[in-house]
């Protein structure tokens, strides 16, 4: 099994400008999870998918931020206009029932 | 309160000794506990979980579940180098897949 796949892996962004992140989950898993990680606020769940169905969106910071999973194989997490308070690592996860699997991580860089 | 916090500092030990860390959570009806191991620069990798209380060992590894006292603690027996990592608990909870990390305990095992 490849494990969760995630591109790119390195985004170096100017402020304004729209970034598109890509999630590939684990085959079989039902629920996709997309975290951001900083030294100051550690991990924060942003959105969570159920059968490609968005389950809970209370952590996108704001409107800028929108997600989609339009089948069980792949799903999105754009940020237009980004912004530098924007850079942190993004994890995408996948997994079923409570366990869940981590991709390699976005590490995203908006000047 | 926090929903899941993970206090102690930098924890720092000799090879071959114990590494003990502790977790503690805010909402009773918590199910599912976790425990993820965080290389610098990796992304998190699922080592335990435990649903039950009492002791669960997998290999060097041991969790500890009381939900009475809502607390899960991380044992790694015979530390070696290669444990050197950020370990972050994190807990579920029933009804829903979404988990709640805490910010994560650095571990340095010494040569």
């Given amino acids: ?111 | 309160q926090k929903e899941v916090e993970q206090n102690s500092g930098p924890l720092s030990v000799p090879e071959g000794a114990i590494a003990s860390l502790n977790c503690t959570y805010s909402d009773r009806g918590s199910q599912s506990f976790f425990w993820y191991r965080q290389y610098s620069g990796k992304s998190p990798e699922l080592i335990m979980f435990i649903y039950s209380n009492g002791d669960k060992e997998d290999g060097r590894f041991t969790a500890q579940l009381n939900k009475a006292s809502q607390y899960v603690s991380l044992l790694i027996r015979d530390s070696q180098p290669s444990d050197s990592a950020t370990y972050l608990c994190a807990v579920g909870h029933y009804g829903n897949n979404r988990l709640a990390f805490g910010k994560g305990n650095q571990v340095v095992v010494i040569p």
């Fill in chain 1, 1 to 111: 099994d490849a494990g969760v796949i995630q591109s790119p892996r390195h985004e170096v962004t100017e402020m304004g400008q729209e970034v598109t992140l890509r999630c590939k989950p684990i085959s079989g898993h039902n629920s996709l999870f997309w975290y951001r990680q900083t030294m100051m606020r550690g991990l924060e769940l942003l959105i969570y998918f159920n059968n490609n169905v968005p389950i809970d969106d209370s952590g996108m910071p704001e409107d800028r931020f929108s997600a989609k999973m339009p089948n069980a194989s792949f799903s999105t997490l754009k940020i237009q206009p980004s912004e530098p308070r924007d850079s942190a690592v993004y994890f995408c996860a996948s997994g079923f029932s409570y366990e869940q699997y981590f991709g390699p991580g976005t590490r995203l860089t908006v000047t």
